[in-house]
Every structure is written in structure tokens, then in C-alpha cells.
């Protein structure tokens, strides 16, 4: 059975806080990625790893910074915390897209921002 | 800017009857399309794809269709049931490349 995982469901941190938010697949998969859910404006690509040590930025990545020295895990860091960053982070991962196509998704980090 | 979009937030249907969740996108060079359905507090999970080789694929109570000169596809459920109850995100991509694009969700209710 596949699997993603986040660290915590529920984060609250304070504002100017460094904050760690890590991921782990047990599929072996080379693309790993990370977005994050607000109302009404969907899912947000922040930042995509295809490689080890390998990322490219998303459509928001102002805030945020990634790390992935291991092929399962994919660490996503702000590096100071800000209110506007509260939000519902997700994590995924899925092989190189050809054949077959689909994204597998952890159960959230809620994260708020004080 | 949004590539792909929902217009609908929310929907509201009664038990036993049809859904239709819609989604628009505005890129012609993508070549496949997914439906995800997200509980509140958990990850969204895979529903049902279809290629832009075809204009319907079926699974069950579920069946999307493509209608590539409109740039649009839909979701039916039918019938609709109260675990139905999510919100739904469409997702499309292009080849070659893996990034995915969602769209901002509906939510649907279905009611007993």
C-alpha cells in the first residue's frame, strides 16, 4: 500500500520562527512535491523535486525554501514564519509522468502562523 | 494565473441523483486530466483520469468527460451518495514535463 507521510497534522508556530516541515514516500518515486490548500484558491504548487538534491520552484515559492538529500524525503523550511503563511500544507509524490499519471498525496500539515 | 479553473465552489445535490462538477483550462497543450476528492483534514485522493486521446472514461459511478475544442471536462456522479460528500479538484498536466495543475475545487454535498 503506498504511502506518504507528514510529520505533524497541527503546527502552530510563532511569527519569525524557523519552521521544518518534512514528507516521506515509501514508493521510491523521483518527483516529490509541495502545495498548499486555501480556500478558494485551490492547491498552489510551492516548490517540485524530479531528483535527489534536485528542486524547481512552483507558482509561490517567496518564503519558502526545500531540501531533499534523500530520495523518500522532502523537507519543505520557512525560513521566518509569517501569518500570511497559515494555511493547509500538503506533500506528494508520483514517478516521471509517461504512462502513467497520478499524484499521491500525505494527510496535511495544518499549520498556524501567530 | 490560473490554467486551470472551477467556477463552481460549492453544489449541493440530493441523494440518488446526478452530480456534474465542472472544470475549465485554458492551456491546449495539455494532454491529461485527473479528478482528486479531498476530505476535510486529510490528503486528496485519485478519482478517475482520462487522456486527451479519448472524450469519456468510466469507472463505476464515476465518468469524466473531455471536450477539447471547449477546453472543458466533467465530473458525473451518478447516483450521487452522501459519501460523496468532498471537495473535488481537477488536475491536468502535459507531456513531458511533472508539474501538475489543479483547479481551485468545488464542494460537493450531497444530501440524504
Known amino acids: 500500500d503506498v504511502k506518504v507521510t507528514q510529520s505533524s497534522r497541527y503546527l502552530v508556530k510563532r511569527t519569525g520562527e524557523k519552521v521544518f516541515l518534512e514528507c516521506v514516500q515509501d514508493?521510491?518515486?523521483?518527483?516529490m512535491f509541495w502545495y498548499r490548500q486555501d480556500p478558494g484558491l485551490g492547491l498552489r504548487l510551492i516548490y517540485f523535486?524530479?531528483?535527489?538534491?534536485?528542486?524547481e520552484k512552483g507558482d509561490i515559492p517567496e518564503g519558502y525554501s526545500v531540501s531533499r538529500e534523500k530520495k523518500e524525503r522532502f523537507s519543505l523550511i520557512l525560513e521566518s514564519a509569517s501569518t500570511n503563511q497559515t494555511s493547509m500544507y500538503l506533500c506528494?509524490?508520483?514517478?516521471?509522468?509517461?504512462?502513467?499519471?497520478?499524484?499521491?498525496f500525505g494527510p496535511g500539515t495544518r499549520l498556524t502562523v501567530l | 494565473d490560473q490554467q486551470v479553473k472551477q467556477n463552481s465552489p460549492s453544489l449541493s445535490v440530493q441523494e440518488g441523483r446526478i452530480s456534474i462538477l465542472n472544470c475549465d483550462y485554458t492551456n491546449s497543450m495539455f494532454d491529461y486530466f485527473l479528478w482528486y476528492k479531498k476530505y476535510p483534514a486529510e490528503g486528496p485522493t485519485f478519482l478517475i483520469s482520462?487522456?486527451?486521446?479519448?472524450d469519456k472514461n468510466e469507472d463505476g459511478r464515476f465518468t469524466v468527460f473531455l471536450n477539447k475544442s471547449a477546453k472543458h471536462l466533467s465530473l458525473h456522479i451518478v447516483p450521487s451518495q452522501p459519501g460523496d460528500s468532498a471537495v473535488y479538484f481537477c488536475a491536468a498536466l502535459r507531456h513531458p514535463g511533472n508539474q501538475f495543475y489543479f483547479g481551485t475545487g468545488t464542494s460537493l454535498t450531497v444530501i440524504p
Open positions: 523535486s524530479y531528483d535527489v538534491k534536485m528542486k
Open positions: 482520462i487522456s486527451s486521446i479519448k
Open positions: 506528494a509524490s508520483s514517478p516521471p509522468l509517461g504512462a502513467y499519471n497520478e499524484q499521491f
Open positions: 514508493m521510491d518515486h523521483e518527483n
